[in-house]
């Protein structure tokens, strides 16, 4: 096996106006894309522009309004509202022929975590049946708090007793190496025991979140593990490129990145 990435584009390509991002993933090698909150853009052209370069339409996120950037789906008092942005979330991934959908947990003050949980919980189960009507998946990412301070979902095993109360088939692990690194590393083990819930997999490096190249993430051994425990899925390239997207991919040149990448000089991470 090997992994198939996936190029994040919301943060690669973005030199260039978002449409024109597709066509660079594609020429980079990239067989499959995942976007955030593309819901200033029109569906119709975004999936052409995904039928035109054969790519793999992953996930997007539920959009967040503007006075909760880090989403609702667990905050309590506002389910109608999640509702709305799910039905949102669900008309935009249905159009442009995406797997699946981030539900984003909202950020709750730490004297009502458990109520929010609670919350999350009903509103997951309401998200899982109204897309498995649409064949698409639910996602769950625990979020580092250093970087969202607040944020409900935070840990992995949080995520894996959440799933576990959900009860739906369709509800999956989003598993960000650089949160999970950040929220207590031991990463290998992780994998190992949240495997069977994982849907997704994104990668950058810690703590810088630049290209996986650096940091202190051995990327090698996980790649390695994610291999090793039949992972089918794609490797999500959730990075902040140090320049030019092109320029910082000759990590992944083994598999196929950046034309030329291999010859630039820099050594890839496998």
Do not use: K
């Amino acid at each position: 096996m090997m992994p198939r990435f996936a190029a994040n584009l919301g943060y690669l390509f973005t030199d260039r106006p978002f449409l024109a991002r597709f066509a660079a993933a594609a020429a980079a090698g990239f067989p499959a894309v995942e976007l955030q909150y593309p819901y200033d853009q029109d569906p119709a052209a975004m999936r052409a522009e995904i039928a035109r370069h054969r790519l793999t339409m992953l996930g997007v996120n539920t959009p967040p309004p503007p006075d909760a950037p880090s989403g609702l789906a667990g905050v309590p008092g506002r389910e109608a509202e999640f509702a709305t942005l799910l039905d949102r979330a669900l008309a935009l991934a249905t159009a442009i022929g995406a797997r699946a959908i981030h539900c984003l947990a909202g950020t709750v003050p730490e004297a009502r975590r458990a109520e929010a949980e609670d919350v999350f919980v009903a509103n997951l189960r309401h998200a899982a049946d109204r897309a498995a009507a649409h064949g698409l998946t639910v996602l769950i990412e625990p979020l580092n708090s250093r970087d969202r301070p607040g944020y409900l979902l935070v840990r992995a095993e949080q995520a894996a007793a959440i799933i576990g109360r959900v009860e739906r088939a369709n509800v999956r692990m989003q598993f960000d190496v650089y949160h999970a690194q950040i929220m207590g590393g031991d990463l290998t083990r992780r994998l190992e025991r949240h495997h069977d819930l994982i849907g997704h997999v994104q990668i950058a490096a810690v703590p810088s979140r630049a290209e996986p190249d650096d940091g202190e993430v051995n990327y090698r051994a996980i790649l390695a593990a994610l291999d090793r425990l039949g992972y089918a899925g794609h490797v999500g390239c959730e990075y902040v490129p140090r320049g030019r997207t092109e320029d910082g991919l000759a990590w992944g040149a083994a598999w196929g990145l950046g034309s030329g990448a291999a010859d630039r000089g820099a050594q890839p991470i496998l």
